[in-house]
């Protein structure tokens, strides 16, 4: 008698598990600043090409 109540026992404590999608969609925010790669960028672009024409730049 015990084996037959003990799943049933189990069964009866078992919680209930439920999935339910949000009702607003997810929002990822991401504020990436990418602005200081391209002024190192252009500066070095820049101090090349000077240095590269010293004839257009005269001092």
Request: glycine share 6%; aromatic share 4%.
């Amino acid at each position: 008698m015990m084996r037959r109540l003990l799943p049933g026992l189990g069964l009866a404590l078992a919680g209930c598990v439920t999935v339910k999608a949000p009702d607003k969609p997810i929002e990822i925010n991401l504020n990436i600043n990418v602005k200081q790669e391209v002024v190192v960028s252009l500066k070095k672009d820049a101090e090349d090409f000077i240095t590269n024409n010293p004839d257009l730049f005269p001092k």
